[in-house]
């Protein structure tokens, strides 16, 4: 069982930034492929972001792509989120999310993740 805690939400201004991290609870996080998904309230949970298990690979929404940045460090099982230029619309509920398994690529949908994270709220005010 891998256990994630997600650290770093709150509220920002529009065009401000905020950096998430999420702690993996397991002793084989190079072997699992990271992702970051977001819930706002009355809407389905969206993929954001994500990261292959060695790092080489990152995969991210049209809607976030060129304003975030997600990174894995191995050596401290940790895999980082780093937003900028944020717009009201990204505010939501995000979500670190884990899949096992040595993929060469980034699944986007909810079901490919085995181990998810309580979530940490990101609020950005216009």
């Known amino acids: 069982q891998v256990q994630l805690v997600e650290l770093g939400g709150g509220l920002v201004q529009a065009g401000g930034s905020l950096r998430l991290s999420c702690a993996a609870s397991?002793?084989?996080?190079?072997?699992?492929?990271m992702a970051w998904f977001r819930q706002a309230p009355g809407k389905e949970r969206e993929f954001v972001g994500g990261?292959?298990?060695?790092?080489?690979?990152?995969s991210y929404a049209a809607s976030v792509e060129g304003r975030f940045t997600s990174s894995k460090d191995n050596a401290k099982n940790t895999v980082d989120l780093q937003m900028n230029s944020l717009k009201p619309e990204d505010t939501a509920v995000y979500y670190c999310?884990?899949?096992?398994?040595?993929?060469?690529?980034?699944?986007?949908?909810?079901?490919?993740?085995?181990?998810w994270g309580q979530g940490t709220q990101v609020t950005v005010s216009s």
């Open positions: 990261i292959t298990w060695r790092g080489g690979s990152t």
């Open positions: 999310a884990a899949r096992e398994g040595g993929i060469r690529y980034v699944p986007r949908t909810t079901g490919s993740y085995n181990y």
């Open positions: 397991t002793r084989t996080f190079s072997n699992y492929v």
